[in-house]
């Protein structure tokens, strides 16, 4: 059976315990962990799985381990490279996640009792519906921005004389980022 049937039909309780056990273990000693894993089987009434099985199931979670890292790793990349002023982490964040539902619509690496397609649908809908309020607000953020300098510029060179030139300057490098 692979790691995947295994999946399916583990106990949750049980499931938990050997994703638990695997990552504790360092992914290795699956003799051991399948030895247990059987045990807690044949006392839930279930069928025993092969060494084999759970050596898939296992190299499936460490690869799921694996790409939350790397996207971790990239998320924070891109915070600190470029920041999130403009809504580049939720950009990033949209594409990833609408790039992995297209490969699981083209591969169709979904259990149809668990997901329809009409599901996926409405979760495409909502990255969308998400990205759209994103760059709105965006837009409105910008033009608050904007809107706050002009008016800053303004009293600058007004007769009041509150805020000089200088102070002005480094409101828009320091807090704005706009040079």
Do not use: C
């Not at 999946?7 to 990552?23: C, K, N």
């Not at 996926?120 to 921005?145: H, P």
């Amino acid at each position: 059976m692979g790691a995947r049937g295994l999946e399916m039909r583990l106990p949750p309780e049980v499931r938990e315990w050997l994703e638990a056990e695997l990552i504790r273990g360092g992914f290795s000693g699956y003799s051991g962990i399948t030895t247990e894993l059987n045990a807690k089987l044949e006392a839930a009434g279930a069928e025993t799985a092969s060494r084999s099985a759970v050596h898939r199931f296992g190299q499936n979670i460490e690869d799921r381990i694996s790409a939350l890292k790397r996207t971790t790793e990239i998320a924070r990349t891109l915070a600190t490279e470029v920041g999130d002023d403009e809504g580049a982490m939720n950009d990033a964040l949209v594409r990833l996640v609408q790039d992995k539902l297209f490969n699981v619509v083209v591969d169709m690496e979904i259990d149809p009792e668990s997901v329809s397609i009409t599901q996926l649908g409405r979760v495409v809908a909502d990255l969308g519906r998400a990205s759209v309020q994103q760059k709105k607000y965006q837009l409105e953020t910008r033009a608050k921005v904007e809107a706050k300098l002009a008016a800053l510029e303004a009293e600058s060179k007004g007769s009041a004389g509150r805020l000089d030139a200088e102070t002005l300057r480094r409101v828009r490098e320091e807090i704005y980022g706009v040079i």
